[in-house]
């Protein structure tokens, strides 16, 4: 996903000044000139990251299944979130567009923001030997009192969504400074002001391909292929 440069968080601020200015205004006057359809936050222009590793590679997860579910489902997100974000541009140049529709289109823009920033977590953390270390081995053997411990309440949690779909997150929460393994229902259920260092996908598109129903040997694919450098490299990022 694009990262917001100083310039553009500038004209951000510059925005928000002139809708204050504009405060006197009619409402939907104020909205219209406040977003402007070319604004970078609606500007539609998210682009797929791509793999980082074979997807012939894997171990124990299939080339078709992992481009499959980057092509179809991931991509499908991108091109997704880049169509709402447009739509809410022109709905905002609408000013009797109705409150109920809008909310139609901002809650798709939170689940495909979701599902864009959790699959680009999820595929980035792949391509590994599943050889935990680093300052996070340390630290979730001490959070969990060891680090079989997290993994055993990882591995709980993730196949507590079996069946279903969601998405299993360990996160660093930087409100609470502490390490959990996350239940998510959705894209958009996430822990608040959670730092995510592995994402697990539990849609069944994830895994039905290799393994029909069997989602706990989907589980053990994904733990081999982890990358814990990446993982390791997240959580010195998240604590800094
Ligand atoms: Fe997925």
Same mark, same amino acid.
């Given at each position: ?6 310039? $553009? ?22 909205? $219209? &000139?406040?977003? %402007? ?10 682009? %797929? ?5 074979? %997807? ?12 499959? *579910?980057?092509?179809?489902?991931? $991509? ?26 809008? &909310?139609?289109?901002? !809650?798709?823009?939170?689940? !495909? ?16 030997? @599943?050889?935990?270390? @680093?300052?996070?081995?340390? #630290? ?18 993730? /196949? ?5 779909? @969601? ?6 929460? !930087?409100?609470?400074?502490?390490? *959990? ?5 959705? *894209?958009?259920?996430? %822990? ?21 129903? #069997? ?7 994904? /733990? ?9 490299? !997240? ?6």
């Amino acid at each position: 996903m694009a990262i917001i440069t100083r310039r $553009q968080a500038i004209g951000s601020a510059a925005l928000s000044a002139t809708g204050i200015a504009l405060a006197g205004t009619s409402t939907a006057a104020a909205a $219209q &000139a406040a977003v %402007p359809a070319a604004a970078p936050a609606f500007a539609g222009k998210h682009n %797929p990251k791509p793999l980082r590793f074979d %997807p012939a590679k894997l171990t124990g997860l299939s080339e078709r299944l992992i481009t499959s *579910h980057w092509q179809n489902n991931y $991509q499908g997100s991108v091109r997704g979130l880049n169509i709402i974000e447009t739509r809410l541009a022109a709905a905002m140049a609408d000013p009797d567009f109705p409150p109920v529709a809008y &909310a139609g289109l901002k !809650r798709e823009e939170l689940h !495909r923001t979701g599902s864009v920033v959790l699959h680009e977590y999820y595929f980035d953390a792949l391509g590994g030997d @599943g050889k935990s270390g @680093g300052s996070i081995k340390e #630290a979730l053997d001490s959070w969990f009192g060891s680090f079989a411990a997290w993994e055993a309440e990882f591995r709980r949690t993730a /196949m507590s969504l079996a069946g279903g779909s @969601g998405w299993c997150i360990l996160s660093y929460n !930087r409100y609470t400074g502490s390490l *959990h393994n996350y239940w998510a229902a959705d *894209h958009m259920h996430s %822990p608040v002001t959670g730092a995510p260092l592995i994402t697990l996908d539990m849609y069944e598109h994830s895994f039905h391909m290799d393994y029909g129903s #069997a989602a706990a040997k989907y589980v053990d694919a994904f /733990m081999t292929n982890l990358d814990w450098e990446v993982v390791d490299a !997240r959580y010195l990022a998240a604590i800094a």
